[in-house]
């Protein structure tokens, strides 16, 4: 079994910059892991993923101002997020998606972003 934990979240404001992280645990492979993100009221959503390649892949509306890395060789993802607005409120997830070697998929608690003034 896979362990998600995520690191990070918090109060900003708009403009500001935060980073979060999450270190998967459980496996001795590398996996492919995955940001998510849900809003009051609204479904899951996909942040983006990256490879084990180490390649990241983003959503379209992520792409200007979220990045995803990965420390070379570990289980574990920064997601770096940028010039924060209000409507990036929400609880962020890390993810292993349903994919080699465990072929099922695993979830982090959570973790909260909040911006406002």
């Known amino acids: 079994q896979v362990q998600l934990e995520e690191s990070g979240g918090g109060l900003v404001q708009p403009g500001e910059s935060l980073r979060l992280s999450c270190t998967a645990s459980g496996s001795d492979k590398q996996l492919t892991m995955a940001w998510h993100r849900q809003a009051p009221g609204k479904e899951r959503e996909l942040v983006g993923s990256?490879?084990?390649?180490?390649?990241?892949e983003y959503a379209e509306w992520a792409k200007d101002r979220f990045i995803i890395e990965r420390e070379n060789g570990k289980n574990t993802v920064d997601l770096h997020m940028y010039n924060l607005k209000p409507e990036d409120t929400a609880v962020y997830f890390c993810?292993?998606?349903?994919?080699?070697?465990?072929?099922?998929?695993?979830w982090g608690q959570g973790t909260q972003v909040t911006v406002s003034p």
């Open positions: 993810n292993v998606p349903r994919s080699w070697p465990f072929w099922k998929a695993f």
């Open positions: 990256i490879y084990i390649s180490g390649n990241p």
